[in-house]
């Protein structure tokens, strides 16, 4: 039985990039004497529309600017659209990137719990899977260190564990798989297999295709803020490369 | 509403664990710790004490007390507030990245000053014994007065952190605000030194009636007086109730500006 899992209905995103960004009130009402507040719409998302099911691998391909970004936002539900409408239906778990979400003068310990307080979490859950947090970013051994003190590559682990511990029913990841070694790289490649195995719903952005054709099952093409194609990975794929 | 009631007990822990981290990131490294809370008033108030008891001697009863009373208050309001303010700002990374709902920032701030200014009591308690007045059980009353401020502050605190998204300028105004309220409150002076013509500026100032309040508790060994109280849980009200809604109307807005 499918069952669809986030509904995306004509979801459109405006910006204003104005100018120059007008940060103090003296330049603000400098400028709207002089009557040069203009805004510069810019729409980064034209009606959009889309559903993906309870299980669905689903990839986001497009060149830089074309707005995979602005959507994942949209679908972590940190950006409101300007217009139309999302619907989610369980929990989300957005990979963070590197560093946001940790406090660094904070240890390890300390900011498993920060970092899935964040992430809706109770202490009682964390508790409970603090050690495999710890063995999967295989961190024990600087359980007490600050993490300012952290290679970029031990952050990533750390996030990487904290934010699929969770086994949510949506996982997003965002380009974060690039750091870390190519062992741990497969080791995360291997625990997302591992939920999508369990059911859960997962959509990745990358422009690595490679990873894209062996995860995916679809794909949506994204240029220029507006649907270019939408379907089966393999033939989006093909025409993405050409 | 019941489904943002849910929100806020879903989010509860978070709540707990960032006034955790506030503390904790304040006094880490520091030898004392938390022994700082305690220190940090003390101190302040022996070097006004200092000051104003040699310079200007000013007839009051108990000065010390007077004063640290009216500092611990004032500090509150300065520091939970200031640092509310910048916590929209400070946390946009995170804002950026995950769905949090944002009032738990400034109002993880106003609470961790909160519970610095629960670490002076016992400061406090020091310098009523020092001073020979006996704390009596009608100091637990203190809890009144305290719950409203907090209320105030967290309000405040909300329109701050909402608006400097816009204007950064706040940052800096906000300081000499400060200033100018420390010295339109009575904390080191008396309320009778002010001349009658100018006396309504106390009457305006909403930390007069907080300061009031304290002092009514704990300088006084009364309890808070009703009228004092309900001027004081209207502001509370007014400015929480307008914090709400300033920060509500603009909160899907911060990404942008962050």
Known sequence: MVETIINVEHVTMKFNLMEEKVDTLKEYVVKLIKGKLFYNEFIALHDISFTIDRGDIFGFIGFNGAGKSTMLKILAEVLKPTQGRVTVKGSIAPLIEVGAGFDPELTAKENIFLNGA?????????????????????????VNVPVKNFSSGMYARLGFAIATEVRPDILIVDEVLSVGDYKFQEKCEK??????????????????????????????????????DIGDTERICRMYER | MLASLKKILKYKYLLCVLVERDIKTKYRRSVLGVLWSMLNPLLMMIITAMVFSTLFRFAIENYVLYLLVGQVAFTFFAESTNFAMGSILQNGALIKKVYVPKYLFPASRVMSSCVNLLFTVPAIVIMMLYTGQTPTWRIISFIIPLILMLAFCMGVGLILSACVIYFRDIYHLYGVLLTALNYATPIFYPESIVPAQYQWILTINPLYYYVKGFREVVYNDGI????????????????????ILIFRKVQNQFILYI
């Open chain 1, 191 to 228: 625990r997302i297999q591992e939920m999508i195995n369990n059911g859960t719903t997962v959509i990745l952005v990358s422009h690595d295709i490679g990873m894209i054709r062996r995860l995916c099952n679809k794909v949506v093409w994204l240029d220029h803020g507006r649907i270019k």
């Open chain 1, 118 to 142: 964040i992430l809706g979490h109770s202490k009682k859950f964390l508790e409970k899977h603090f050690d495999a947090i710890l063995d999967f970013a295989a961190l024990r051994d600087f």
């Open chain 2, 224 to 243: 808070p007086e009703l009228h004092t109280m309900g001027i004081c849980f209207g502001i509370a009200m007014v400015f929480l109730v307008a914090g």
